[in-house]
């Protein structure tokens, strides 16, 4: 009586299910030319990118846009007591950077784009 032992060898444990962790980051911050972050505040530039004068300090122009009375809208239709806060809250307009020699604007600074991030310094 013939037993035919079957060789049963395990198949190797192939794990091609590599799951993709591809962290997306695509978002989109305040468009700054020259790769500028800019802030608040009115900041030191080296060089103005339209008039070439070296060592300028820019002068903001902080005010209300369309997010702003937005933002107000909103606060109105959820707690209207508070619907002035984003008149008086830079985060919540737009801030304006401009060369005090020639008057270009050099950047700007988009509203509830520094919302969400911690302030440096
Ligand atoms: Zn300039």
Request: aromatic share 8%.
């Amino acid at each position: 009586m013939d037993y035919q032992n079957v060789d049963s060898t395990a198949p190797p444990l192939a794990s091609a299910t590599a799951i993709p962790v591809g962290k997306v980051t695509t978002e989109g911050h305040s468009s700054s030319p020259g790769g500028i972050e800019f802030g608040r505040q009115p900041m030191f530039i080296g060089t103005c990118p339209h008039c070439q004068h070296s060592g300028v300090t820019t002068r903001i122009k902080t005010y209300p846009v369309f997010e702003t009375w937005l933002a107000c809208g909103l606060l109105l239709l959820v707690f209207w007591p508070v619907c002035w806060v984003p008149l008086v809250t830079d985060t919540c307009k737009k801030t304006e950077h401009v060369c005090t020699q020639c008057e270009e604007m050099i950047g700007d600074v988009s509203p509830l784009s520094d919302c969400c991030v911690k302030r440096m310094g």
